[in-house]
T-cell receptor, first 112, second 109 residues
Framework: EPEVTQTPSHQVTQMGQEVILRCVPI?????FYWYRQILGQKVEFLVS????????KSEIFDDQFSVERPDGSNFTLKIRSTKLEDSAMYFC??????????FGAGTRLSVL | GIQVEQSPPDLILQEGANSTLRCNFS?????LQWFHQNPWGQLINLFY???GTKQNGRLSATTVATERYSLLYISSSQTTDSGVYFC???????????FGEGTQLTVNP
């Protein structure tokens, strides 16, 4: 069964460093999303992406964050200057239409 | 924005018991999904169920959209059912899924 693939599974970084989280969505999907989950809390929406542009973003998705689809298969989330509070599990999701969203296994980001 | 409330927040069962998890939402939705988050943090799709009833093995779900709630039934629970169960909804406008706080299920042998 096709699945959303995220790399790395765990990323450790120093505060102030830039990180790029990578995702390979399911191949025929057109809508892409990033969510995050701070330890012990619920999953929160960050951004959705369709037709090579951001279609919706949350209040969390400030100027420190950016997304890109650099080629036909990858979808990336960049955090420019990480803060301690960016430590979380980051999930990528994709969907054929804006209905059923399929989630990757997540990247655990630890900011020290 | 839409509010999603799940109950109970915690549930402890003995293996073999049945359970019902509830999800209430505050507005009309186009999408409702149930997820199981396993101990490794993975979000596993259980059901896409904006309305009606579906069954998959020991799990079934019912959404009554007009009354703005959904129920997830787990029958004959097993220790591998342990984890957090999330309900997530998408409003009629927008693309985001809004998640509830989850129900932490522990199934003891």
């Amino acid at each position: 069964e096709p699945e959303v693939t995220q790399t790395p599974s765990h990323q450790v970084t120093q505060m102030g460093q830039e990180v790029i989280l990578r995702c390979v969505p399911i191949s025929n999907h057109l809508y892409f999303y990033w969510y995050r989950q701070i330890l012990g809390q619920k999953v929160e929406f960050l951004v959705s992406f369709y037709n090579n542009e951001i279609s919706e973003k949350s209040e969390i998705f400030d100027d420190q964050f950016s997304v890109e689809r650099p080629d036909g298969s990858n979808f990336t989330l960049k955090i420019r200057s990480t803060k301690l509070e960016d430590s979380a599990m980051y999930f990528c999701a994709s969907s054929v239409s804006p209905f059923i969203q399929y989630f990757g296994a997540g990247t655990r980001l630890s900011v020290l | 924005g839409i509010q999603v409330e799940q109950s109970p927040p915690d549930l402890i069962l003995q293996e073999g018991a049945n359970s019902t998890l509830r999800c209430n939402f505050s507005d009309s939705v186009n999408n409702l999904q149930w997820f199981h988050q396993n101990p490794w943090g993975q979000l596993i799709n259980l059901f896409y169920i904006p309305s009606g009833t579906k069954q998959n093995g020991r799990l079934s779900a019912t959404t009554v959209a007009t009354e703005r709630y959904s129920l997830l039934y787990i029958s004959s629970s097993q220790t591998t059912d342990s984890g957090v169960y999330f309900c997530a909804v998408r409003e009629t406008s927008g693309s985001r899924l809004t998640f509830g706080e989850g129900t932490q299920l522990t199934v003891n042998p």
